[in-house]
């Protein structure tokens, strides 16, 4: 089993119901088509003006809420100012609006996403991500409503054939990816394989064969082989993390690459939990029978932000990609972003 633990510690206290058994279907919606801000459910304002634009949400702070946001990429837009406007009336404990306002630095596409929440609480009662397009001094805004959305470093990756979720399994298109990595990629039309250079790291894929190269070592296999769909090569999104050693964050459907390699834990499911949200946890070891607890590592998931590239069921050998931050407990515990 493969292990990598984090220097950084934390402690994950949980409650679970046992289950000897357990299939997990995939999560990640296919619905990645942002829709614009004057179809959102929550009601706010765009004013543009050259670089510089302003959002104005409502806004009640004697709730106790106040609206927070975070940038995607800070090299492509930066934070201006904020103003909270009082309601024009002396009703007590009306609401206003707060303006914020940000300015585009370079031609990009990224995301600024908002948060309605208490200071002193974790969850927000709502969120409001905007897409923010800036191509050659036109900025142009709409809303991803369903948040799913592909990144590299922040910026946004263009699609013209979406992400797909293929016989349970989510699957990335190849070239786009890769070309937002920096990578070279060159199509061989007799052989259907592609090879893929970025400094001394290589590797080749084969549509139909489920045979991936890691820097020229013996090929291993992933969730699915590479298929082609509306003449694009499609591969699951573990290919990036397990062959190429990117990063990934998973939220709410919103997958982020990065330069960041991730941990990575194998072995067998030994024990299977389910908890009352329908949050897993699951047992890996080292064999199908193992009592052992040092010889264990308890992988837990989220229904929003772990991708299943395969079926959860006791006994079975998988594979996970993995946050660095491990526990100190024995067994060890982890959190996965994606099962195959």
Same mark, same amino acid.
């Given at each position: 089993?493969?292990?990598?633990?984090?220097?950084?510690?934390?402690?994950?206290?949980?409650?679970? =119901?046992?289950? !000897?058994?357990?299939?997990? @279907?995939?999560?990640?919606?296919?619905?990645?088509?942002?829709?614009?801000?004057?179809?959102?459910?929550?009601?706010?304002?765009?004013?543009?003006?050259?670089?510089?634009?302003?959002?104005?949400?409502?806004?009640?702070?004697?709730?106790?809420?106040?609206?927070?946001?975070?940038?995607?990429?800070?090299?492509?837009?930066?934070? =201006?100012?904020?103003?909270?406007?009082? *309601?024009?009336?002396?009703?007590?404990?009306?609401?206003?609006? #707060?303006?914020?306002?940000?300015?585009?630095?370079?031609?990009?596409?990224?995301?600024?996403?908002?948060?309605y929440k208490r200071s002193w609480e974790y969850e927000s009662v709502e969120k409001l991500s905007l897409i923010i397009k800036n191509e050659n001094g036109k900025i142009e805004i709409s809303e991803?409503?369903?948040?799913?959305?592909?990144?590299?470093?922040?910026?946004?990756?263009?699609?013209?054939?979406?992400?797909?979720?293929?016989?349970?399994?989510?699957?990335? @298109?190849?070239?786009?990816?890769?070309?937002?990595?920096?990578?070279?990629?060159?199509?061989?039309?007799?052989?259907?394989?592609?090879?893929?250079?970025?400094? !001394?790291?290589?590797?080749?894929?084969?549509?139909?064969?489920?045979?991936?190269?890691?820097? #020229?070592?013996?090929?291993?296999?992933?969730?699915? !082989? @590479?298929?082609?769909?509306?003449? #694009?090569?499609?591969?699951?999104?573990?290919?990036?993390?397990?062959?190429?050693?990117?990063?990934?964050?998973?939220?709410?459907?919103?997958?982020?690459?990065?330069?960041?390699?991730?941990?990575?834990?194998?072995?067998?499911?030994?024990?299977?939990?389910?908890?009352?949200?329908?949050?897993?946890?699951?047992?890996?070891?080292?064999? *199908?029978?193992?009592?052992?607890?040092?010889?264990?590592?308890?992988?837990?998931?989220?229904?929003?932000?772990? =991708?299943?590239? #395969?079926?959860?069921?006791?006994?079975?050998?998988?594979?996970?990609?993995?946050?660095?931050?491990?526990?100190?407990?024995?067994?060890?515990?982890?959190?996965?972003?994606?099962?195959?």
């Open positions: 089993m493969k292990k990598i633990i984090s220097l950084v510690m934390v402690v994950i206290i949980l409650g679970a =119901v046992s289950f !000897a058994d357990i299939t997990k @279907p995939m999560l990640i919606s296919e619905k990645l088509v942002p829709t614009l801000y004057e179809e959102s459910k929550i009601d706010f304002e765009v004013n543009i003006n050259d670089d510089e634009f302003t959002i104005t949400i409502d806004e009640n702070p004697t709730t106790g809420y106040m609206w927070e946001y975070k940038i995607g990429d800070e090299n492509s837009i930066e934070y =201006v100012s904020d103003n909270y406007i009082k *309601p024009n009336t002396n009703l007590i404990g009306a609401g206003g609006k #707060r303006e914020f306002t940000f300015k585009t630095l370079k031609s990009s596409e990224t995301l600024i996403e908002f948060n991803n409503n369903a948040d799913n959305l592909v990144l590299y470093n922040n910026e946004i990756i263009d699609y013209d054939v979406e992400l797909k979720i293929v016989d349970n399994i989510t699957m990335l @298109p190849l070239s786009f990816t890769l070309e937002k990595m920096g990578y070279e990629i060159k199509w061989n039309d007799e052989t259907k394989s592609v090879e893929i250079n970025k400094g !001394a790291q290589w590797t080749s894929v084969k549509i139909g064969e489920n045979s991936y190269f890691k820097n #020229r070592m013996a090929p291993i296999e992933l969730s699915s !082989a @590479p298929i082609i769909i509306e003449g #694009r090569t499609m591969v699951p999104v573990e290919f990036f993390t397990e062959i190429l050693l990117k990063g990934i964050n998973i939220e709410n459907g919103k997958i982020s690459f990065d330069d960041y390699e991730m941990a990575f834990n194998s072995g067998y499911i030994t024990e299977v939990n389910v908890k009352e949200n329908g949050n897993i946890s699951f047992t890996l070891s080292n064999t *199908p029978e193992s009592t052992d607890i040092l010889d264990q590592i308890i992988i837990h998931t989220d229904n929003k932000n772990t =991708v299943f590239n #395969r079926f959860l069921k006791k006994g079975d050998y998988i594979n996970t990609v993995c946050s660095q931050v491990t526990t100190m407990s024995i067994p060890a515990q982890t959190y996965a972003y994606i099962i195959y």
